[in-house]
């Protein structure tokens, strides 16, 4: 039997439960700046809320024309900037414990005064710790929102996306069209050149689709070999198009696998978003044209006929 070690009572005396609420309340209400700022900076974590609000605590102390701030996070450019002009530049780099949160950029037509920049680093001091939160939290969200091999978006952001795009298309009559597509044969290329290989292979085939398809759509690793394309403002017949493209890009794919060749090709099936339609009904259609595509012989794009 196990002994569990008895709890020891603290002998200290009690909080005084009145001195917490005086000093509570001091927080709440202090009109100094860098503990309104760290006050304001916690209620939070929206990395763009937050620079909002230095840029305006930070206009209260020091006046500036421009405020900008740039980082990548998650392989993802993130860019903030507030007001115009100013020649003169003050230019801080974010660093905390080792790790890089960015780049912060004020700009003035005045000169900045020696005195300006020491109290702009204190700001920025008393800013860096819930800004470096914030990051990471968007470094988390999307991390949940990727696939880890192919570094797209993975079926739960699709799934996200689709249910977006289902509200849309009812509420507004958007068009919105699905492609799911899967790589033929790719069991093959795992057996007979093993998985290093075959991961290769997908994560060329996310690249080429993504140089295959607009601005405007999205490519989503579905799940296995599968892969989803999302194309707004987009009916069948230019679907089609980009389906044929991304077939067209997927088959110029070449891997030298030491004195062999390797290539492959993809299947496409699409299907136009009807009205009142959930997502797994119209995930359900476009995974039906695809199996078409699968079964009339690979390599080939198939659309789920919609009625009216």
Wanted: aromatic share 6%.
């Amino acid at each position: 039997m196990k002994n569990t070690p008895s709890i020891q009572r603290t002998t200290k005396p009690p909080v005084n439960l009145a001195e917490i609420r005086q000093a509570f309340q001091g927080w709440s209400n202090s009109p100094d700046p860098l503990t309104r700022l760290t006050r304001r900076l916690s209620t939070t974590l929206s990395l763009e809320t937050q620079l909002g609000i230095l840029a305006e605590e930070l206009g209260n102390a020091i006046p500036f024309d421009t405020l900008s701030y740039r980082h990548t996070i998650a392989h993802r450019d993130f860019v903030f900037a507030t007001g115009m002009g100013g020649p003169h530049q003050c230019e801080y780099r974010l660093n905390l414990e080792g790790f890089f949160y960015g780049t912060l950029t004020l700009n003035r037509r005045k000169r900045f005064t020696d005195d300006e920049l020491q109290a702009i680093e204190m700001i920025i001091s008393a800013a860096i710790f819930p800004l470096r939160n914030a990051c990471q939290y968007i470094a988390i969200e999307q991390a949940a929102l990727t696939d880890a091999l192919t570094s797209i978006p993975n079926k739960r952001a699709l799934d996200e996306h689709l249910q977006r795009a289902s509200s849309l298309s009812d509420r507004h009559g958007e068009e919105y069209t699905l492609i799911l597509c899967d790589l033929d044969h790719f069991k093959t290329v795992n057996d007979q050149h093993g998985h290093v290989v075959g991961d290769h292979l997908l994560k060329l085939t996310a690249e080429a689709i993504e140089n295959a398809i607009r601005n405007s759509d999205s490519v989503y690793r579905f799940g296995g070999e599968e892969f989803a394309i999302l194309l707004p403002h987009t009916g069948e017949r230019e679907a089609r198009d980009v389906a044929d493209r991304v077939r067209n890009a997927v088959g110029d794919i070449k891997i030298d696998c030491g004195g062999t060749e390797l290539s492959v090709t993809i299947s496409c099936g699409l299907a136009r978003h009807l009205c009142e339609e959930g997502p797994s009904q119209w995930i359900a259609r476009a995974d039906e044209a695809l199996y078409r595509a699968k079964a009339q012989g690979r390599n080939c794009t198939r659309v789920f006929a919609s009625i009216g």
